[in-house]
C-alpha cells in the first residue's frame, strides 16, 4: 500500500488549526493507520493509532479521523512544540510510511 | 524506563557486511514484535524489516529482500540486522522499534536514537 500525504509542507503560526491528510493507494485493513511526529535529531514518536486513538501522553488537541483510504491528522490549536514533520503509516501489508508532512512556523 | 538502544553502524564500502544490534531493557522482550526502520539523510522513514515475538513471522521490505536478515536472543533482550551486499542507497539512520502490545503487527510505541550507516568507498 502507497501512502501519500498532503501537502508537503504546511505553513501556519501558533494558534492555528492544522489539517494533516494521508491517502493510501488501497483500502487500509481494518482501520491500521497510525500518525508519529518527528522533530529533527530525534526518533519518531507515536500520535495516534488505530486511526483516531491517541497514544499515552498525547495532548487532545491532536485527533485523527477517517476510514478506508482517506485519513487525516488534525491539531486544533498550534502550539510552539508541535512544528516538526509528521507521518501516517499502515501496518496491515506489512508495512508502509507516508513521505511525510513539514509543518513549519509561518 | 523502557528504552532501546542500536549501536553497530560505521562506514562500510559498497558490497560490503554490517550487522546491527539493539538492546532492550525494563519490557518483557519476548513478547513484543519488532522492527528495523531507516531514514536516509534529509528523506522520509522506510520500513525494513519486521520480526514476530518468537520469530516466526518475518517479514522484508522489496529493497533489502535477500540482503538483510533480522533476527533476535529474546534470553539477551537483542534484535539484529544483518546486513550484505551493502549499497549507496542503504545509507541512512537505522532504528529499531517495537510493536505496542502483544501484537504480531501494529504501531511503533517506542523507538531507539537511532544508529547511523554509511556505504560510501
Known amino acids: 500500500i502507497v501512502l501519500t500525504q498532503s501537502p508537503g509542507t504546511l505553513s501556519l503560526s501558533p494558534g492555528e488549526r492544522a489539517t494533516l491528510s494521508c491517502r493510501a493507494s488501497q483500502s487500509v485493513s481494518s482501520n491500521y493507520l497510525v500518525w508519529y511526529q518527528q522533530k529533527r535529531g530525534q526518533a519518531p514518536r507515536l500520535l495516534i493509532y488505530?486511526?483516531?486513538t491517541r497514544a499515552t501522553g498525547i495532548p487532545d488537541r491532536f485527533s485523527g479521523s477517517g476510514s478506508g483510504t482517506d485519513f487525516t491528522l488534525t491539531i486544533s490549536r498550534l502550539e510552539p512544540e508541535d512544528f516538526a514533520v509528521y507521518y501516517c503509516?499502515?501496518?496491515?501489508?506489512?508495512?508502509?510510511f507516508g513521505q511525510g508532512t513539514k509543518l513549519e512556523i509561518k | 524506563e523502557v528504552q532501546l538502544v542500536e549501536s553497530g553502524g560505521g562506514l562500510v564500502k559498497p558490497g560490503g557486511s554490517l550487522r546491527l544490534s539493539c538492546a532492550a531493557s525494563?519490557?518483557?522482550?519476548?513478547?513484543?514484535?519488532m522492527n528495523w526502520v531507516r531514514q536516509a539523510p534529509g528523506k522520509g522513514l522506510e520500513w525494513v524489516s519486521s520480526i514476530s515475538s518468537s520469530s516466526i513471522y518475518i517479514y522484508y521490505a522489496d529493497s533489502v529482500k535477500g540482503r538483510f536478515t533480522i533476527s533476535r536472543d529474546n534470553a539477551n533482550n537483542s534484535l539484529y540486522l544483518h546486513m550484505n551486499s551493502l549499497r549507496a542507497e542503504d545509507t541512512a539512520v537505522y532504528y529499531c522499534?517495537?510493536?505496542?502490545?502483544?501484537?504480531?503487527?501494529?504501531?511503533?510505541?517506542?523507538w531507539g536514537q537511532g544508529t547511523m550507516v554509511t556505504v560510501s568507498s
Open positions: 503509516q499502515q501496518y496491515g501489508s506489512p508495512y508502509s
Open positions: 522499534a517495537r510493536v505496542r502490545g502483544n501484537y504480531h503487527s501494529g504501531a511503533f510505541d517506542i
Open positions: 488505530g486511526v483516531s
Open positions: 525494563e519490557f518483557t522482550f519476548s513478547t513484543y514484535s
